[in-house]
Nanobody
Framework: QVQVVESGGGLVEPGESLTLSCKLS????????IGWFRQAPGKEREAVLC????????????YAEDSVKGRFTISRHNGKSTVDLQMNILKPEDTAIYYC?????????????????WGQGTQVTVSS
């Protein structure tokens, strides 16, 4: 049974950095496309960044709001079975629960119905 588990969330001050990690178990990460999503209080869950199973990264214009461009990056580590979300210059509006999800097709999509496995989420709070 494939599972994805997020870690690394916490409370940080504006301008600081944080790295979230999504660990996949139950199969080889190389067979899975991993997406990061977030849900801010009172808002719908939205796509942030995605890494396909052949290590292509979803174009920012397609999957990330302008607010995260140039600040967030995604990296895949097949040996550790993790996909990390590096978040820099964090802002209060980045406060959200961050989720990772997995799907087999080597294509990223914003359609959350097309993601097969979801983690429970990790809370990120940016506040002074």
């Amino acid at each position: 049974q494939v599972q994805v588990v997020e870690s690394g969330g916490g409370l940080v001050e504006p301008g600081e950095s944080l790295t979230l990690s999504c660990k996949l178990s139950g199969d080889s990460l190389g067979y899975w496309t991993i997406g990061w999503f977030r849900q801010a209080p009172g808002k719908e869950r939205e796509a942030v960044l995605c890494s396909t199973r052949d290590s292509k990264i979803a174009d920012y214009e397609d999957y990330a709001e302008d607010s995260v461009k140039g600040r967030f990056t995604i990296s895949r580590h097949n040996g550790k079975s993790t996909v990390d979300l590096q978040m820099n210059i964090l802002k209060p509006e980045d406060t959200a629960i961050y989720y990772c999800a997995a799907r087999r097709p080597s294509m990223c999509t914003e359609d959350q119905e097309l993601w097969r496995y979801w983690g429970q989420g990790t809370q990120v709070t940016v506040s002074s």
